[in-house]
């Protein structure tokens, strides 16, 4: 598992990168592996509303979902081939969570989730994005370009030119093995 960066990525964009960050492919660690799993990390992050034994199979399938369609957008951020089901995924999740835009008396506009039950935690996971996406940032949220890692990270470069969650690990790897392969073939 790559170290986290010490610069906090903006408009609550570490959530959605700790939600992905939720299986690592390079170990096979499912942090999710059941109903009470998922239950316990959205009420660690307070995202949970109701009880905890509220969670069910479907609920964790519908989290998986949301999971993968984020991590193949974070992708498509990095050089991966967009994935035209990921976009519709989070569509999905928006419309059944009631995703809408409200306004404060002052006239600030905020998203809320107007979904009290599992529906709205779920869109509640897409606010990031969609702040994010005004000033360009949720661009920098992308997923390792190793295959066998594709941890998400924040991209802090300065032109958004990161392709790995770690340098010194998925980037060397990379590196190495390109290089291997140069010498194999002269």
Request: charged share 25%.
């Amino acid at each position: 598992m790559p170290v986290s960066s010490e610069i906090i990525p903006p408009h609550n964009l570490g959530l959605v990168i700790d939600f992905v960050n939720t299986f690592e492919a390079e170990r096979d660690i499912e942090e999710l592996s059941s109903p009470a799993a998922l239950a316990g990390w959205l009420a660690a992050r307070q995202l949970l509303q109701g009880p905890a034994s509220s969670i069910r199979g479907n609920h964790l399938a519908q989290a998986l979902r949301l999971r993968e369609a984020l991590r193949a957008l974070m992708g498509a951020h990095n050089g991966f081939e967009p994935v035209p089901d990921a976009a519709r995924e989070l569509e999905a999740v928006s419309a059944r969570g009631r995703l809408t835009v409200s306004f404060d008396e002052d006239g600030t506009p905020r998203l809320l989730a107007r979904d009290g039950g599992f529906a709205g935690t779920l869109a509640r996971l897409l606010i990031p994005l969609v702040e994010s996406s005004a000033d360009g940032t949720w661009e920098r949220v992308k997923a390792c370009r190793a295959d066998d890692c594709r941890w998400a990270f924040y991209d802090h470069s300065r032109n958004r030119s990161g392709a790995w969650c770690d340098m010194a690990v998925c980037g060397n790897r990379t590196k190495v093995r390109a290089y291997r392969a140069r010498r194999s073939e002269a």
